[in-house]
C-alpha cells in the first residue's frame, strides 16, 4: 500500500498546480517548504535558521462590538481602567504591529520597535510576552541594523524591562541566546549559565542546544563537547540542531573532514541529515570560498528526500559575500527558484548585505528580482530598488557610488527616476552634504533643481533651532542658482530665528522679502488653519472570544464537580447551565448531564415545573427529548402530578357538563387534548377524541397527531391526518407535524405516504424555518442510520425538487452517512459527487477520504482528488487529503502533502481538524499537526500550540504541557498570553511550579479571594526580602489596594528594606488613582530618600496631574507638567485635558495658551483634540466676564475654520454654561448659535446647544431653540449619535424618549426601537420592554433578533418564561449580523 | 448641511511626484483651460508636500479637458486625475463631542 499512497502522492503533488511557477523546477522531489517572511540573517549563524512565522499569525480579531455604528466613548478615566486590560490590549497592539511588519516585508523597522519598547515602558508593568516580543525582535529581524547595535538593543532592553518589574523565564534567555548567535555576538557561555542560575531559572534543552551553537559559532569544539557531554548525562535528547552546529563548529575550528563527518555520525545515530545540516555544510563551504563544492553538495542534496529552499541559497550568498568570494554569488543565485515570498526574503538579504559594507553583491542580487508588475500599457517603468537606494542613504554609503547604481537601475530599465529617489531619501535623513552631490550631479544632467527640494532639510534644522545648518543650506541654494521663495522664508527659514531683525541680519536678504514672509506667516496664523492630523484611535481590543469560552469552561467544569448549591438555586442553575451550553455540548455530554441529573435527584433535589418547561424547551431545540425524561424525575411530584391530574379532572368534569346542558364543548374538549398530551397520555386523549369525535377542532388533531407520531404510532397518526383531512381539506398542519409525520412514517417503511406528506407540505405552503430544517436533517439522519440509503435519497430529492428548503452541506449529508454506514465508499463519493453537481454541497467529504484512504482504494481516491481539485481547487484537494492522511496517522504522507510547494494555512481549515482532535482527544493527530505545519506559509504557530495545550488540559496532561513549552522556545514562538495562562493553568492544577510570569487575566475579578489568601500566607513568612514587598507590593497594586501597599510600603521602610524605582512608582499611582494625593507624596519622599535620581513614571506623572486638577491644585499641575517636559516624560491624553479643562474654570487664558504651545512642542503623538483648547479658552473668557471676546473666538473658528470647523462641536462650552446657570453668557451663544445658523448656514453650534438643553432636561428651551432653527431637525448624523451615546447608560431613556418627541422623524422607528429596547435592557425594565414589543407588533413590524434577545433576556432574568423562542445566538452575533446588514444597505444606497 | 449651489470645477489630482511643486502643477494643468485655483498642501513638518492637489477651473470645459486626457504624465510619472467629489464633511462629525 505504502508504494501506491507514494505513487499517488506524486500525481497529486505534480498535478496541475499550475498556475504557480513553482513547479518549473527540475526533479521531481522537491517539496521542500515554502517560507513566509524574512531572510534569517542569521549572517553567519551557520546552523540557525529563524522563521520569520514566529511572529506572523493572524491576530485576533480586532473587532470591538456593538450595534450599529455606535460611537466610541472619549477616554474614561485613567485609573478606573483595569491596568491588565491595557496590558492585554497593548500587547496585542503591539504584537498587530509587529506582525503586520514582518508579514509584509520579513523584517521590523528599528523606529517601530523602539516606538513599542518606549510604549510598554510608559505604562508600566510590563509583562513577561511584550518583553519576550521585544527581545526576539533584536536579531535578524532588523537586517537594516548593524550586528553590535542590535544586541545593545536587546540589552538595554533586557536591563530597562528588568526594571520596571518584568520577570524573566528559562524562554527569555533562550530568546536572548537567540538573539546572540544571529548577532554573532561573542559572550561567555559559561558565565551566561551563571547568571541564569544566579536568578534561579532553570536552562532546559533548547538552552543548550543554543549554547552548543555559540560555542561551535567560535569553532570551540571543546566547549560545545563539554555541553553535550553535561546533555547526556541529563538525558536530554540530542536533537538535529546540535548536530548541525556541531557540522559549523568543526568548520570553523578549520576541519572540513569532521564536519563533512558529522553526517555519518547523524546517519549512525538515526538521524537523516536535514536541509539545515547541508545548509550548515554549504555555508562552511562558502566561507572558505570553495565553489565546486557547493556545487557538489548542491547535486547531492537534489539526490536526496530533502531539498533547499531559496532562503537557504541566500544564505550561502551572505557567507560567500561576506568571506570575500563575491565573483561566485551569481552562479548561486541562478539556482533559485522565486518561489513564494521570494522578493520579501531577497530584499533583506538585500538590506543585511548593504548594512555590512556588501552594498555591490547587493545590487547584484536586486537585478535578479522577478519584475513584479507587468510594464503597463504605456510603457511605464515599475520603479524597483526603492529600498536598496534608502538603505543605501541611510547607511551613508558616498554619493559616487548611489550615483553609480542609479544610472545602472536606470539603464537596466529598472526605475524611472532613481536619483530623485535618491535624493528623496537623502533629504528626509537630513544628509545635506549627499545631497548637495546628488543635485549638483541633477544639474549637470539638466534635471531641474527646485526651492521645495530644500524643505526637508530645512524642516529638521528649523526643529532643532539650528541657525548655521539652515544657513548652510541656504548657501547650497545658491550654489546651485536656486532662489529661495517667499514661501521658503515663511514656513522654513524665518520660524528658525528667534524675531524678525535676527532673521533679517543673520539672512541679509532683501526687507521685501522678509517682509511678505512675514505677511504670509501673519496670515496663516490669522486663518487658523492648523492642520492637525487624525491619527487612527488605538484598537480597544478585547479579548471577548476568550472571556466567553473561559465562562464556558467554568460552567462546564461546574458541573461535574458537583455543587454544592442551596436545594432552592439547583434549579434555576441548572436551567442556566444546560441553557448556556450548545446544541453540540449537550449532545457530547448527553450521559454525564443523565448522570448528573441522577444525582441530584439522589439528593433530593427538586425543580419546580415552570424550571422544568423551560429545560424541556431548550432538550427539544437541541434534539436531545431522551434527557426530557431524566429531567422530569427532578420535578416535585405532587406539584406536577396533583396539578397535571386536578387539572384532568376539572376538564374532563366541565366537559360533561357542557354537553349536558347542550353547550359547545370544542373548546374545553381541545383543552382537555392538549393537557393530556403536554402530560404524554396518549391512551387517554384518544379515548376523550373518540368519545367527542364530532367536536373535534383543527388544533386538538394536530397535537393529538404530533403525539402519535411521536410515540411512533404510525397508523394512529394517519388515520387522525385522514380523518382531519375529511373534516376540512383545506387545513395545514404546521411543519414540525408535518416532519414528525414523515419521520415515523418513513421509519415504517411507508416511504411513498411519507413523499405525500412533503408534497402536501408544499401545496399548502408550509413554511419552514430554521429549526424546523434541522429537524428535517434528523428526519432523515434517522433513515441515514439504518443505512436506508434509497429512503433518504428519496426524501432528499423529493424535499429539494419541491423546494421546500435550500439545499446545504448539513441537508445533504445524511445520504453520504447512509452510504457509509453501509460500508460503500465509492457509493458515498458518487453521491457526494451527484450532490456537488446538483446543488452545490460537498456533504463529509472528510470522513469519504478516510474511508477510502483506509480501504486502500487507491481508484476512487484518485477520482475523488481529481474530482475535488476541479470543482474546488488544488488548495482544498490537497488539505482533504492531508486531513484524511491525519486522520488515519498516515503522518509520512501528511506531511509530504502540507510541503507542496505554493501551500499555505488555512486557519479555518486547520482549526477545523484540531477542534476534531480535542473533542475526541486525539493528542498524537494534533500533536503531528502541529508538527508538520511549522514550516506551512502563514501558519499561525501560537494558535497551534495553544490546540496543544488545550488538549493537555483537557487530558490533564502537564507533562506533556511542559514539553509543548519548551518545543514553543525551540521554535522561537512567542506565546499570547492566553497561551500562557492556559499552561500556567494546566501546571497550577498539577499542583506544579508555573517557571514563568503568569500574566493576569483582567477579567478574573472573581477571584481576589484567592489571591488575597495567598499574601496573608506570605506575610507570614519572617525573613522578608525586598524581592518579597516588591511582589506583594505589585499585587496589593494591581489589586487596587493603594493603601495596603502604603502601609506595607511604610513597614518595609521601617524595617531598612530598599526598594527598586517600580515598586514605589506602583503604590504611587495606585494612590493617585485613589485620590490620596498626600500618601502619593509621602511614598515620593521615601523613594527620594532611598534613590538619589527618583523620578516619577510618565504615568504617575499623568495621575499626579490629574489629581492636583481634582484638587483645584492647578498652578502646581501645571508646574508638574513642565517639569514632566522636560524630563522628556510624556503625559497622557487626559491629564492634558484636565489641566485644560481646570485652567479654564479658573479663566486662566493665557495658561491654556502655554499648555497648548508645550504640547505643540511636544510633536503630535496625542492625538488631542484642538477644540480641547478651544473650548476651554472660551469658556475662560466667560468665567472671567468678556463672554464677546468668548462668541468672538467661536465665530472666528466657524466663519474662518476651513473645512473641518463646521463639524467642531463646542456641546462641551454649552454644557459647562448650562450646568452653571451663567443665562448672561447663555444669552449671548445661544445668540450666536443662531447667527450661524441662519447666517452662514452653519449647524453645529445650534444642534450642539439644543441637545444640551435636552441633556439638562431643559426641554422648553430646546422646544424653543428648535422652533427658531428649524435645521437642527435635520442634523440626523448628530441627534443619531446623541441617542446612541444615550443608550449606552442606563436611566437615559427619557432623552430618547423627549428627543423624539421634538424631532419625531430623526430616526427611523426601526432603529428608535431597538435603541429603546436596549435602553429598558440596561434599566432591567421588563414592564416598559413588553409593551414596547407588543406596539412594534401592532405596528406590524418585524423585530430584529437583537431586539428579541435582549427581551428575552429581560425575560429570563424576572425569571419569566418569554411568550417567543430566545434567538439562541449570542448578543455580539446578532449585532454584528445586524452591522452587516446595515452595511450592506448603506454600500447599495451609496451605488 | 445645506447644499451650496454654487457650481465649481475642481478635479482631484493624486500620486503627485515628490520633485512636482504647484508651480509645475499650475504649468500642466494650464494647458486644459484657465486655472483658478491650485492647491497643493505641503506637510510643514516634514517639507514635502503630500502627493495630492486640488485644481480648479474657471470654466466647466478646463475641467471636461482635463478630465478627458488620459494618462496623465507629468515629469515620468503617472498622476491620477478625477474629478473632486463633494467633500467629505461630515464624516468625522460625532468624533469631536464631548469632554474636550
Partial sequence: ?1391 | MAASSKKVFEVFVSKIPWTVASKEMKEYFGQFGQIKKCLLPFDKETGFHRGFCWIGYSTDEGLQNALQKDPHIIEGSRIQVQRNRKAFLGRKATKEEDDS
Wanted: charged letters at 25%.
Fill in chain 1, 1 to 1391: 500500500f505504502g508504494l501506491n499512497m507514494a505513487a499517488l502522492l506524486r500525481s497529486a503533488r505534480v498535478l496541475r498546480f499550475s498556475p504557480s511557477p513553482l513547479l518549473y523546477v527540475p526533479g521531481a522531489a522537491k517539496y521542500g517548504p515554502p517560507r513566509s517572511g524574512l531572510y534569517c540573517g542569521a549572517v553567519g549563524a551557520r546552523a540557525i535558521r529563524v522563521s520569520a512565522r514566529v511572529l506572523a499569525w493572524p491576530c485576533a480579531s480586532l473587532r470591538q462590538y456593538g450595534v450599529a455604528p455606535q460611537q466610541q466613548g472619549v477616554s474614561k478615566d485613567e485609573a478606573s481602567i483595569g491596568l491588565r486590560t491595557k496590558q492585554a490590549q497593548q500587547f496585542d497592539w503591539a504584537l498587530a504591529k509587529l506582525d503586520s511588519s514582518v508579514r509584509r516585508t520579513g523584517r521590523v523597522t528599528k523606529t517601530l520597535l523602539l516606538r513599542i519598547f518606549h510604549d510598554i515602558c510608559r505604562t508600566g508593568y510590563p509583562s513577561g510576552n511584550q518583553a519576550l516580543l521585544l527581545l526576539r525582535s533584536c536579531g535578524s529581524l532588523l537586517p537594516e541594523m548593524p550586528l553590535a547595535e542590535r544586541t545593545e538593543l536587546a540589552h538595554r532592553i533586557w536591563d530597562k524591562l528588568q526594571e520596571l518589574g518584568a520577570s524573566y523565564d528559562a524562554s527569555h534567555y533562550n530568546a536572548l541566546l537567540k538573539v546572540y548567535l544571529q548577532n554573532e555576538h561573542k559572550f561567555s557561555p559559561t558565565d551566561f549559565l551563571a547568571k541564569m542560575e544566579e536568578a534561579s531559572v532553570p536552562a532546559n534543552r533548547v538552552t543548550y542546544q543554543r549554547l552548543i551553537a555559540a560555542y561551535c559559532q567560535e569553532g570551540d569544539i571543546e566547549g560545545a563537547s563539554k555541553i553535550l557531554g553535561f546533555m547526556k548525562s541529563k538525558d536530554l535528547p540530542i536533537t538535529e540542531a546540535v548536530f548541525n552546529s556541531l557540522v559549523s563548529g568543526h568548520a570553523h575550528a578549520g576541519d572540513m573532514g569532521s564536519a563533512e563527518g558529522i553526517l555519518s555520525v547523524m546517519k549512525g545515530a538515526g538521524i537523516e541529515p536535514g536541509p539545515d545540516t547541508y545548509l550548515a555544510l554549504l555555508s562552511a563551504y562558502a566561507e572558505k570560498g570553495d565553489i565546486a563544492k557547493i556545487k557538489l553538495t548542491l547535486e547531492t542534496v537534489d539526490n536526496t528526500d530533502t531539498s533547499l529552499m531559496d532562503r537557504d541559497l541566500m544564505q550561502v550568498v551572505f557567507s560567500l559575500a561576506k568571506a570575500g568570494y563575491e565573483q561566485h554569488v551569481p552562479e548561486v543565485v541562478e539556482r533559485m527558484r522565486h518561489e513564494r515570498g521570494y522578493v520579501p526574503d531577497a530584499m533583506n538579504l538585500c538590506l543585511s548585505l548593504i548594512t555590512q559594507g556588501r552594498e555591490d553583491t547587493a545590487l547584484t542580487v536586486l537585478k535578479t528580482f522577478p519584475s513584479l508588475q507587468v510594464e503597463s500599457e504605456n510603457g511605464e517603468v515599475p520603479d524597483l530598488g526603492n529600498f536598496f537606494l534608502r538603505h543605501c542613504v541611510n547607511m551613508e554609503k558616498p554619493a559616487e557610488k548611489l550615483i553609480k547604481y542609479s544610472r545602472e537601475l536606470k539603464d537596466a530599465k529598472l526605475h524611472s527616476g532613481p536619483l530623485q529617489f535618491t535624493l528623496y531619501c537623502a533629504v528626509e535623513a537630513n544628509k545635506t552634504r549627499l545631497a548637495m552631490e546628488l543635485m549638483t550631479d541633477m544639474k549637470a544632467e539638466g534635471l531641474p533643481i527646485r526651492p521645495h527640494f530644500f524643505w526637508p532639510l530645512l524642516t529638521h534644522h528649523q526643529r532643532d533651532k539650528n541657525i548655521p545648518g539652515i544657513l548652510e543650506v541656504l548657501r547650497g541654494m545658491q550654489q546651485l542658482e536656486v532662489m529661495p521663495d517667499v514661501e521658503t522664508y515663511s514656513n522654513y527659514v524665518v520660524p528658525a530665528f528667534p524675531n524678525m531683525d535676527a532673521a533679517r541680519a543673520a539672512l541679509q536678504v532683501k526687507r521685501g522679502l522678509i517682509v511678505a514672509a512675514l505677511i504670509y506667516i501673519n496670515m496663516s496664523f490669522c486663518s487658523l488653519t492648523v492642520s492637525s492630523p487624525t491619527f487612527p484611535a488605538t484598537d480597544l481590543s478585547v479579548f471577548r472570544g476568550s472571556l466567553i469560552s473561559g465562562f464556558k469552561r467554568l460552567i462546564s467544569k461546574s458541573v461535574w464537580s458537583f455543587s454544592l448549591f442551596p436545594a432552592e438555586n439547583v434549579a434555576y442553575f441548572l436551567y442556566n447551565l444546560i441553557d448556556s451550553m450548545t446544541e453540540g455540548e449537550v449532545q457530547a455530554k448527553e450521559e454525564k448531564l443523565r448522570q448528573y441529573f441522577a444525582q441530584l435527584k439522589s439528593l433530593n433535589v427538586f425543580i419546580p415545573v415552570t424550571i422544568y418547561r423551560g429545560i424541556r424547551n431548550i432538550l427539544d431545540a437541541y434534539h436531545v427529548p431522551e434527557l426530557i425524561k431524566d429531567v422530569i424525575t427532578l420535578v416535585d411530584s405532587k406539584e406536577s402530578i396533583s396539578t397535571a391530574e386536578g387539572r384532568f379532572v376539572v376538564l374532563e368534569t366541565r366537559l360533561a357538563e357542557l354537553r349536558a346542558e347542550g353547550k359547545p364543548v370544542s373548546a374545553v374538549l381541545k383543552q382537555l387534548i392538549q393537557a393530556l398530551c403536554a402530560e404524554e397520555k396518549l391512551e387517554r386523549a384518544l379515548e376523550i377524541k373518540a368519545q367527542f369525535e364530532q367536536d373535534m377542532v383543527v388544533g386538538a388533531y394536530a397535537v393529538l397527531i404530533n403525539l402519535c407520531s411521536r410515540h411512533d404510532n404510525a397508523d394512529e397518526a394517519m388515520n387522525l391526518k385522514r380523518e382531519l383531512a375529511r373534516k376540512d381539506s383545506h387545513v395545514a398542519l404546521d411543519a414540525t407535524k408535518y416532519l414528525a409525520l414523515v419521520r415515523v412514517l418513513s421509519k415504517h417503511g411507508r416511504l411513498e405516504e411519507a413523499i405525500d406528506m412533503l408534497k402536501e407540505m408544499k401545496e399548502k405552503d408550509v413554511v419552514l424555518n430554521d429549526s424546523v430544517v434541522t429537524q428535517l436533517f434528523h428526519v432523515l439522519n434517522a433513515a441515514a442510520m439504518k443505512g436506508d440509503v434509497a429512503t433518504v435519497q428519496r426524501l432528499q430529492d423529493t424535499t429539494f425538487a419541491l423546494g421546500l428548503v435550500k439545499p446545504t452541506a448539513n441537508l445533504c449529508s445524511p445520504l453520504i452517512s447512509a452510504h457509509l454506514e453501509s460500508g460503500n465508499y465509492s457509493g458515498a463519493l458518487e453521491a457526494a459527487m451527484e450532490c456537488h453537481q446538483q446543488y452545490n454541497q460537498l456533504p463529509r467529504i472528510h470522513d469519504i477520504i478516510c474511508g477510502l484512504v483506509e480501504k486502500g482504494e487507491m481508484e476512487t481516491l484518485q477520482k475523488a482528488m481529481d474530482f475535488i481539485s476541479q470543482e474546488r481547487g488544488e488548495m482544498t484537494m490537497l488539505y482533504d487529503l492531508f486531513f484524511a492522511f491525519m486522520q488515519t496517522r498516515r503522518y509520512k504522507e501528511a506531511r509530504k502533502i502540507i510541503e507542496t510547494p505554493g501551500l499555505r494555512a488555512r486557519p479555518g481549515r486547520l482549526q477545523w481538524f484540531a477542534e476534531k482532535c480535542i473533542a475526541n482527544n486525539q493528542m498524537e493527530a494534533l500533536e503531528n499537526m502541529v508538527d508538520v505545519t511549522e514550516k506551512l506559509f502563514e501558519c499561525d504557530r501560537d494558535e497551534m500550540y495553544h490546540y496543544l495545550l488545550r488538549l493537555c488540559q483537557e487530558s490533564n496532561d502537564w507533562r506533556k504541557a511542559e514539553a509543548v513549552w519548551t518545543k514553543m522556545q525551540e521554535e522561537n514562538v512567542i506565546p499570547r498570553e492566553k497561551t500562557l495562562r492556559l499552561l500556567a493553568n494546566i501546571l497550577k492544577s498539577s499542583g506544579q511550579v508555573v517557571p514563568f510570569d503568569v500574566p493576569e487575566a483582567w477579567y478574573e475579578e472573581d477571584k481576589p479571594k484567592s489571591a488575597e489568601f495567598l499574601l496573608k500566607e506570605k506575610s507570614l513568612v519572617p525573613n522578608e526580602t525586598p524581592t518579597d514587598y516588591q511582589l506583594r507590593l505589585v499585587t496589593l497594586c494591581k489589586r487596587g489596594k493603594g493603601k495596603e501597599a502604603f502601609n506595607l510600603l511604610k513597614d518595609a521602610d521601617k524595617k531598612g528594606v530598599v526598594l527598586g524605582p517600580a515598586p514605589y512608582d506602583g503604590v504611587i499611582r495606585s494612590l493617585l488613582a485613589a485620590g490620596s494625593l498626600e500618601d502619593a507624596m509621602a511614598v515620593r519622599e521615601i523613594a527620594i530618600s532611598h534613590i538619589p535620581g527618583f523620578k516619577l513614571s510618565d504615568m504617575a506623572s499623568s495621575l499626579l496631574i490629574i489629581t492636583q486638577v481634582k484638587r483645584n491644585e492647578v498652578k502646581d499641575a501645571m508646574a508638574h507638567l513642565k517639569t514632566m517636559l522636560q524630563l522628556d516624560q510624556v503625559p497622557s491624553q487626559l491629564a492634558i485635558t484636565r489641566l485644560v479643562q481646570g485652567l479654564g474654570s479658573h479663566g486662566d487664558v493665557h495658561g491654556i495658551e502655554e499648555v497648548e504651545g508645550l504640547v505643540k512642542a511636544l510633536g503630535t503623538s496625542l492625538n488631542l483634540s484642538r477644540m480641547v483648547f478651544l473650548n476651554n479658552t472660551v469658556l475662560a473668557h466667560i468665567k472671567n466676564g468678556d463672554v464677546d471676546r468668548a462668541v468672538e473666538s467661536l465665530e472666528t473658528l466657524y466663519t474662518q475654520g476651513g473645512d473641518t470647523a463646521h463639524t467642531s462641536s463646542v456641546a462641551f462650552v454649552f454644557r459647562k454654561v448650562i450646568e452653571e446657570n451663567n443665562d448672561a453668557a447663555l444669552d449671548k451663544l445661544s445668540a450666536m448659535a443662531e447667527r450661524l445658523a441662519n447666517h452662514f448656514a452653519l449647524y453645529r453650534p445650534a444642534t450642539d446647544l439644543f441637545m444640551q438643553y435636552l441633556e439638562a432636561g431643559r426641554v422648553e428651551e430646546a422646544k424653543f431653540m428648535l422652533q427658531r432653527c428649524a435645521a437642527i431637525a435635520e442634523q440626523r448624523e448628530i441627534l443619531l449619535s446623541y441617542m446612541t451615546k444615550a443608550a449606552q447608560e442606563p436611566g437615559q431613556v427619557n432623552k430618547i424618549k423627549t428627543m423624539k418627541e421634538l424631532v419625531p422623524d430623526f430616526v427611523d422607528k426601526e432603529t428608535l426601537y431597538s435603541y429603546l429596547m436596549k435602553c429598558y435592557g440596561l434599566d432591567k425594565d421588563l414592564a416598559s420592554a413588553k409593551a414596547l414589543h407588543d406596539q412594534v407588533q401592532q405596528e406590524g413590524m418585524q423585530p430584529d433578533e437583537l431586539f428579541l434577545k435582549r427581551l428575552a433576556v429581560l425575560y429570563r432574568d424576572a425569571g419569566e418564561a418569554a411568550p417567543f423562542q430566545e434567538p439562541p445566538e449570542s448578543f455580539k452575533f446578532y449585532a454584528e449580523k445586524l452591522r452587516e446588514k446595515t452595511k450592506a444597505q448603506t454600500a447599495s444606497a451609496d451605488d
